[in-house]
């Protein structure tokens, strides 16, 4: 593994890394916005691709800069840290707000765009994932222990959790009780509610992976299955079960899947 600072023009510095080799496949988490996201999976997809993962900004290692915070910034971001690493082509994995990110880079630089994986991702929000998100962004202005409770306890599958419970005390040990990482947290959430890709989906020509999970309680099944009717030609996989956090839960499943179809080694995937 490589690390570098990726330095975007409003003056964000942006942890970068670089695993493994092959085909470049850029990782994008969603609303956490971490590159140790993906870490359960590097083992298992380094060994076919290079890899490359980043802190967004102002998360973890990342500083804020001073440009607003939107999706078509952190899609911006994704292509600064592209540019920096010299990769003009690639294939794009994004999970989550990630999958939005990604959904915006196909639409408008579809030259950079190989394939497409969009994981947990949305074409837009509809009343479910409103309610729920604004709801979680009230929880974390008043009470940021429970917003912290409550996203662990929404993001895994509960037997899994059950038996993961260490995910549980690590992810709720430290809540965004400073007033800084709250506003980036919930700026984050204000440009995830306010994303909606229904004008630009028509221009995403990528040869195109929907994922996503049965039991999904943060961006449900039925949002992967309305995505994936919008884009032409996409491919729909649901998985029976592993929450949304899925890519760490049944990292088992979803890295093999990933690397199989990214090699066109799977043969066409229905649901």
């Not at 967004?56 to 804020?64: C, D, H, L, P, V």
């Not at 009230?138 to 940021?144: C, F, G, S, V």
């Amino acid at each position: 593994m490589t690390e570098l600072v990726v330095t975007t023009p409003d003056g964000a510095k942006l942890k970068a890394r670089r695993h493994g080799q092959g085909q470049p496949l850029v990782l994008v988490s969603g609303l956490g916005g971490t590159a140790g996201f993906w870490d359960p999976a590097i083992a298992l997809l380094g060994s076919e691709f290079e890899l490359i993962t980043f802190d967004q900004r102002g998360i973890a290692g990342s500083s804020r800069g001073s440009a607003p915070v939107d999706i078509a910034q952190l899609a911006a971001d994704v292509l600064t840290v592209c540019d920096t690493m010299g990769v003009e082509r690639a294939d794009f994995l994004g999970h989550s707000t990630g999958g939005c990110i990604v959904q915006t880079i196909a639409a408008t630089a579809p030259e950079r765009v190989g394939n497409l994986v969009l994981s947990a991702a949305w074409l837009r929000p509809g009343n479910y994932l409103k309610a729920l998100f604004e709801f979680r962004l009230r929880l974390l202005a008043t009470d940021p222990a429970a917003y912290a409770e409550s996203a662990a306890l929404l993001s895994y599958a509960p037997e899994w959790l059950e038996a993961n419970w260490t995910k549980y005390e690590r992810a709720t040990a430290t809540p965004p009780t400073d007033p800084a990482k709250q506003a980036i947290v919930a700026e984050r959430i204000r440009a995830l509610l306010a994303y909606d890709g229904s004008d630009q989906i028509g221009r995403v020509a990528a040869r195109t992976l929907v994922l996503g999970a049965r039991d999904d309680m943060i961006v449900p099944a039925f949002l992967q299955e309305d995505l994936a009717a919008e884009l032409a030609g996409a491919e729909l996989r649901l998985l029976p079960d592993g929450g949304h956090f899925y890519p760490g839960s049944r990292t088992e499943t979803f890295a093999p899947l990933v690397a199989d179809w990214l090699s066109g080694r799977a043969e066409t995937m229905t649901s």
